[in-house]
């Protein structure tokens, strides 16, 4: 694959985003239904907070669908914030700050003391179950009232095993397929960005961080719903399904 020198920052967003599809073809989906209810709930201007940012995934998309929005991407990733921050130069829209979501004051480096709207995709099932807790207490504070939060990521049902087996029996088929006609996989997409001259550093830097792989936990929605109105939240329910994945959305 092609991606150039590495300041075609067009070529390395689309490159994380066929990655991302290999493993969610309707990940475009949750996109959708995220920026519908973030519009419907704060308006067509909203201040936002892109938590877990990554190459700035969600901070796109806002901005194609909501041009008068702000953004502030947040994320420790220095590979991807790289590539975000190639892709936003010169937009007075968008600020990206580097911090730890395990921090408890990873807050400090943000330019505003609350937003509109806090948005996260595919992000968080890294963190466990108490860590992600207090996370949820962190993110109410920030949720001005009326305001609201929204996670996309894997949310299975612990209660239909053999729906759960099914449907990833079917998934892990199709990205078979897939890779066989050429899709490029988690670990193949970083050992590319590892043999770019200006992703190589940033990228050597990110596994000293991350290890190769950190993983937490993935609760289903309802408890994800449950504990965001004990931490803070009015209302939270999910508002997008997949067979395996959830969109959940909580109004403070």
């Known amino acids: 694959?092609?991606?150039g020198t590495g300041t075609d920052w067009r070529a390395w967003q689309q490159s994380w985003d066929r990655q991302q599809e290999w493993y969610m073809p309707d990940r475009e989906d949750r996109f959708r239904v995220?920026?519908?209810m973030t519009e419907a709930l704060v308006g067509p201007e909203p201040r936002v907070l892109d938590l877990a940012?990554?190459?700035?995934t969600i901070t796109a998309r806002l901005l194609a669908r909501l041009p008068g929005a702000t953004s502030t991407g947040v994320d420790l990733d220095p590979a991807l914030l790289t590539i975000a921050g190639g892709t936003f130069a010169g937009d007075d829209r968008v600020t990206l700050v580097t911090a730890d979501l395990k921090d408890p004051h990873w807050?400090?480096?943000?330019?505003?003391?609350?937003?509109?709207?806090v948005l996260t995709a595919t992000a968080l099932h890294w963190l466990h179950s108490e860590p992600l807790t207090t996370l949820?207490?962190?993110?109410?504070?920030?949720?001005?009232?009326g305001g609201v939060f929204m996670n996309a990521d894997h949310m299975p049902?612990?209660?239909?095993?053999?729906?759960?087996?099914?449907?990833?029996?079917?998934?892990?088929?199709?990205?078979?397929r897939a890779k066989e006609d050429g899709a490029l996989d988690w670990a193949d997409w970083w050992k590319v960005a590892a043999q770019d001259p200006v992703l190589a550093g940033p990228t050597a830097r990110r596994f000293e961080i991350y290890g190769e792989h950190a993983d937490g936990d993935t609760p289903?929605?309802?408890?994800?719903?449950?504990?965001?109105r004990e931490q803070?939240?009015?209302?939270?329910?999910?508002?997008?399904?997949?067979?395996?994945d959830a969109l959940v959305l909580a109004v403070k």
């Not at 940012?53 to 700035?56: S, W």
């Not at 053999?162 to 990205?175: F, P, V």
């Not at 803070?232 to 395996?244: D, N, Y």
């Open 1 to 3: 694959m092609a991606i």
């Open 34 to 36: 995220m920026l519908d």
């Open 53 to 56: 940012c990554g190459t700035g």
């Open 107 to 117: 807050r400090a480096g943000l330019p505003y003391d609350t937003y509109d709207a």
């Open 136 to 145: 949820y207490g962190q993110i109410a504070e920030l949720v001005r009232e």
């Open 157 to 176: 049902d612990e209660t239909t095993p053999r729906i759960d087996a099914a449907e990833s029996a079917q998934r892990r088929a199709r990205r078979d």
């Open 220 to 228: 289903s929605a309802d408890w994800h719903a449950r504990v965001l």
């Open 232 to 244: 803070g939240f009015g209302e939270a329910r999910a508002v997008w399904r997949s067979p395996s």
